[in-house]
């Protein structure tokens, strides 16, 4: 699979501009070629380990137009390990994105926001008026 794909986005592209031909790469010779490339020491030895999620999106809309867009990310297990007394919510810790060398780019300072890749948003009208909500749950883009 992993040979397929390699192949796929080294070659594969619109017919018409493809520099090598497909025939070519479902060759008998070409393929007996990859085939020998496969041995039980590349073989993947078991299943993965995804890590887990902790991020939820809520988009919701009425009918005259009001509109949320939240995202809940604890971030990292159960967040920051507080929860607010009486309630069971567990607060995040989107805060750990800072650094406490000063000489890093996301050094903590007042009036900074931590890097992260959560995006609750709006796409708006022309007139400012809001069209949509969309959300980005994050993670490595």
Known sequence: MKLALADLDEHVADSEHMRVPSA?????????????????????????????GGTVY?????????????????????GSGVVVPGTGISMQNRGAGFS??????????PRKRPFHTIIPGFVMNADGTPLMSFGLMGGPM
Not at 100 to 109: G, I, K, M, T
């Open 58 to 78: 809520l988009s919701a809309a009425d009918e005259s137009g009001m509109m949320i867009s939240f995202i809940q990310s604890n971030y990292m297990g159960f």
């Open 24 to 52: 070519d790469l479902l060759g008998k010779a070409y393929l007996t070629e990859r085939a020998g490339l496969i041995t039980d020491q590349a073989a993947n030895p078991g299943h993965g380990s995804p890590k887990p």
């Open 100 to 109: 406490l060398d000063p000489q890093h780019v996301n050094y903590v300072a």
